[in-house]
């Protein structure tokens, strides 16, 4: 009971996104886009001048705010933030990697699949095994 | 007999086990089935955005016509718990697509997901590779005399704001990329 993990129920919470430009325009289309009064938004686009502390930034703060229930972040961005990703081990907001138009989806760096892979490895089983 | 009870329990645990690690598999088999469906759908939504872009001109879509003034969003989630054993909750997300930004707690279309349901759905659901008819999505309308058909306007004209930022009359493309982005958004609730 002590280590039960609180879900952090919302009725209506935005989906975050960091993102290129046609990704975040497609989303945006869709009717995910927020701003509030403060003009700060639920995303974050990505591009050639986007800094890594920029990212960084947008990572932990969507990742702590309160009114966001996903994160989509596009595979490359996250693989310049790889550190960030995979330390985050909240329920909510979930993180999601998708595919960007320039860099499709990779298998071998998606943090799920990471994990699964470290939890059939031999080290793990031998681990589990002692 | 103690040892054959012993054997038997342990026989037991071992197919019990055995059971678990079926399931996660095939979770995982459907996480990377789903995945590749959501890169399709994507793909397709770039491609025609690439074609409405090339059909109204790059300066009529790009990150600088995007609406800065505040504005809700009209697709969004309501978060739940849902039990899944004494010591274990799982976050049950349900999303509302194009709420009225007026009202935005009625008149919605509303698809509920649960990670239970969606494995439960999946089996067939990818064998058919139609993610978004298998999803429960419901058009609910808080008037009790209200028509669907009330419902799928409101959504429209949210459809239509979302649109208006690039301009009144918009390439069919982009309304194609729409819908595909719209798939997309229902197809990451089911990851």
């Known amino acids: ?130 | 007999m103690e040892s054959s009870k012993n054997g038997r329990e342990s026989n037991e645990e071992i197919s019990e086990k055995d059971e678990n690690i079926l399931s996660f598999l095939d979770s995982m088999d459907t996480y990377l089935t789903l995945m590749d469906s959501l890169s399709s759908t994507l793909r397709q939504g770039w491609l025609e955005l690439a074609s409405a872009r090339h059909s109204m001109g790059a300066s009529r879509i790009n990150s600088t016509l995007l609406d800065l003034k505040f504005h809700r969003a009209s697709t969004t989630l309501q978060v739940n718990e849902q039990s899944a054993g004494p010591d274990r909750e799982l976050p049950h997300f349900t999303l509302r697509k194009w709420a009225s930004s007026n009202n935005p707690e009625k008149n919605f279309e509303e698809a509920k997901f649960g990670e239970d349901e969606l494995l439960k759905i999946k089996s067939n659901s990818l064998r058919r590779r139609d993610t978004s008819q298998s999803s429960e999505i419901q058009a609910r309308s808080p008037e009790s005399v209200g028509t669907p058909v009330s419902v799928d306007d409101l959504a429209q004209r949210e459809r239509s704001k979302s649109l208006s930022m690039f301009g009144t009359l918009v390439s069919p493309k982009l309304r194609a990329s729409q819908v595909s982005f719209e798939t997309g958004t229902v197809a990451t609730l089911f990851i």
């Open chain 1, 1 to 130: 009971m002590a280590n039960r993990v609180q879900i952090r129920t919302n009725s209506s919470a935005f989906i975050a996104m960091i993102a290129d430009e046609d990704t975040i325009t497609g989303f945006l289309l869709a009717g995910v886009g927020n701003v509030d009064l403060r003009r700060k938004t639920n995303y974050l686009i990505v591009d050639s001048k986007t800094t890594m502390k920029q990212i960084e930034e947008a990572f932990k703060e969507f990742t702590t705010r309160e009114d966001i229930a996903i994160v989509l972040i596009s595979q490359y961005v996250a693989n310049k933030i790889r550190f960030l990703v995979d330390s985050y081990n909240k329920p909510i907001p979930a993180i999601l990697e998708i595919p960007s138009k320039d860099h499709p989806y990779d298998p071998a760096h998606d943090s799920v699949l990471s994990r699964v892979k470290y939890l059939f490895s031999t080290e793990s089983v031998a681990s589990g095994r002692r």
